[in-house]
């Protein structure tokens, strides 16, 4: 029992390019969160799900786009990474919203 | 829409000491507090939550108390350690029917205790 997987964990970007982000919880949890972490400004929300195939915007979707195909998988897309996008990126799991997992962040740096 | 605030953004105590972490939330239908540690270079974990059915919650030298009137829930850790230093965040959401999926975190308490 893995929890919640993601990858991947380091990251550099240079300005413009994309990436995709994969989290995958095993624990067959309803809701799923990206979330980002900046210093001073705590765990920010991104992007939710309540589950597959359906997907929320968070308080700060600007700039990224997600997908729930899978209940299991949660993708958090960057189409034209910039500076401002530099962060730790944490994805959650919970069970209708109650305790969330998180997985072991990804620290993304875009030059 | 729903917003949490919480202070203070750094606590610094002596070992044995308590301390107090304050979280305010915006959302009157909020009805779920939960608080999570983050160790340096680790991920949040929950340590306690809460239900808007209760009052107050203790766990050993952890407690979270709940005011819906003011709509504002605090940490308390007694008896406080070095290994209780880290990052404290609470958060807010609705769960049951009117749960919308949200869930929504405070800034982050850096918390030291110094031996």
């Known amino acids: 029992n893995a929890g919640v997987t993601q990858t991947p964990k380091f990251r550099v970007l240079k300005t413009g390019q994309s990436m995709t982000l994969l989290c995958a919880q095993d624990m067959n949890h309803e809701y799923m969160y990206w979330y980002r972490q900046d210093p001073g400004m705590g765990l920010r929300l991104i992007h939710y799900?309540?589950?597959?195939?359906?997907?929320a915007k968070g308080e700060v979707p600007d700039g990224y786009n997600v997908s729930r195909l899978k209940k299991q998988n949660f993708l958090l897309g960057l189409e034209s990474a910039a500076p401002s996008q530099t962060s730790v990126y944490f994805c959650a799991s919970s069970r209708q919203g109650r305790e969330a997992f998180f997985g072991q962040g990804t620290r993304l740096t875009v030059v | 829409g729903e917003n949490v605030e919480q202070h203070p953004s750094t606590l610094s105590v002596q070992e044995g000491d308590s301390a107090v972490i304050k979280c305010t939330y915006s959302?009157?239908?909020?009805?779920?507090f939960p608080w999570y540690k983050q160790e340096l270079g680790k991920r949040p974990q929950l340590i306690i939550d809460?239900?808007?059915?209760?009052g107050e919650k203790k766990d050993q030298r952890i407690a979270v108390t709940l005011n819906k009137t003011a709509k504002h829930f605090s940490l308390h850790i007694t008896e406080t350690q070095p290994e209780d230093s880290a990052v404290y965040f609470c958060?807010?959401?609705?769960?049951?029917?009117?749960?919308?999926?949200?869930?929504?975190f405070g800034q982050g308490t850096t918390l030291q205790v110094k031996p």
């Open positions: 809460i239900r808007s059915n209760v």
């Open positions: 799900s309540v589950g597959e195939g359906t997907t």
């Open positions: 958060a807010a959401s609705k769960e049951g029917s009117s749960n919308t999926g949200k869930l929504i």
């Open positions: 959302d009157s239908a909020s009805n779920y």
